[in-house]
């Protein structure tokens, strides 16, 4: 445990390292236990930092939380959004298909196989249950873009419109497939009989997952004339 005396000479002077410590020990915290039930004191043990750093950095508890939420952005973009950035609007059905593929691969492997993502989809899942001003922000500006584009590809594959209810329907179904083997976890490991989930295991849900995209599109491909 480092001193008042360091605690106090990173307040006066903001590192980034202190900033970051801070977001991660609030992520943890926020999703696990929730934001009203959560403390500053206790973010700021976890995160070994000073209380007043808080105010510091982030205005307050408040401004930490929106913190959160654009630090869990961030992270879903850089994954999703190297492998969404160049789509075509005149891709063949079976590029789009195979681009679909590759981003929700992608995303299993983050979500599934990086401990990290626990924190996150925890922390997404406690926005979602109470909608507010951080979801807003969160739903905007990191998820409408990363499903849009997921609808773009889709559409592309099928023939569909990509924002007819089906699309995006069928989207949320896949994506939510992912969310689900993260945050259900332990019923899956249980379940399953596995003593933990590795890379073989996570190697056995991608294959479920990448059935189930192309039973979707099988199933909803447009004739053609």
Known sequence: MRSETELSSETEKPGEQTRMALMVA??????????????????AA???A???????????????R???AELVGSR??????PALADIDPGSDPASA???????????????????????LAAFIVREIANPGPVFDHLYTDFILPVHTRLCTLMGLATGQPPESDLIRLGTF????????????????????EWDEVGSEEVGRIKTVIHGNIRAFVETNRKSRP
């Open 76 to 81: 879903i973009q850089s994954v999703a959004m």
């Open 66 to 68: 929106l913190a959160c």
């Open 26 to 43: 609030a992520l943890k915290l926020f999703g696990s236990k929730g934001f009203e039930a959560t403390s500053t004191r206790e973010i």
């Open 46 to 48: 976890a995160a070994e």
């Open 97 to 119: 298909q195979k681009a679909f593929e590759r981003v929700a691969m992608t995303m299993a492997d983050f979500m599934l196989g990086r401990p990290e993502a626990r924190d």
């Open 50 to 64: 000073n209380i007043a750093s808080i105010a510091y950095h982030f205005g307050g508890k408040d401004g930490l």
């Open 173 to 192: 179904s896949i994506a939510g497939q992912i969310v689900y083997f993260r945050i259900g976890h332990a019923i899956v490991a249980r379940r399953m």
